[in-house]
């Protein structure tokens, strides 16, 4: 059946950062919403920050479009032109190849809710220009991981 069964559907939490960056992020929520129904050529979540947390550090994708939109509290987006106040209903999209680092973190006193669509190509890679840091391609087979920005690893 099509119908998502959300309380059933697969979920995570964490962050799979490397020290020290993985602090902002480690009690982020998430559910694979994309995965409940059997979706392969992109992925949903449905994400909830607590306050105080962020969705990721800034980054961007080479390879992969991105799409976020607010349910539910709010947050702020964080990009290279600065910083916007993002409420129910707001939206942003980020095209892969473009260099924008984004993320989202809540600076409230209550959790915010939003949705996250991406793609899953296997061959994406991409930097964190505040930290350095890269994502290697194939984390979606669990075969990535992260480097230094020199291609050191982590």
């Known amino acids: 059946m099509p119908k998502i069964d959300i309380p059933s559907a697969p979920t995570g939490e964490g962050s799979r950062y490397p020290e020290p960056y993985a ?4 009690k982020r929520r998430w559910v694979k ?3 409940a129904a059997g979706l392969t050529q992109f992925g949903v979540n449905l994400v909830t920050l607590a306050p105080g947390v962020w969705s990721s550090q800034r980054h961007w994708h080479e390879k992969e479009d991105e799409f976020v939109y607010l349910l539910a509290g709010e947050l702020v987006l964080v990009t290279d032109e600065g910083e916007t106040v993002m409420r129910p ?11 924008n680092g984004h993320c989202l973190q809540n600076r409230s ?12 190509d296997e061959t994406d890679w991409g930097e964190y220009p505040d930290i350095d840091l890269r994502f290697l391609p194939g984390r979606y087979a669990g075969m990535g ?9 982590y």
């Open 145 to 153: 991981g992260y480097s230094r920005k020199d291609g050191t690893p």
């Open 23 to 26: 602090a902002p992020c480690k």
């Open 33 to 35: 919403l994309g995965d």
């Open 89 to 99: 209903g707001d939206c942003a999209g980020f095209k892969a190849g473009v260099r």
């Open 109 to 120: 006193d209550a959790p915010a809710q939003f949705l996250v669509v991406g793609g899953r």
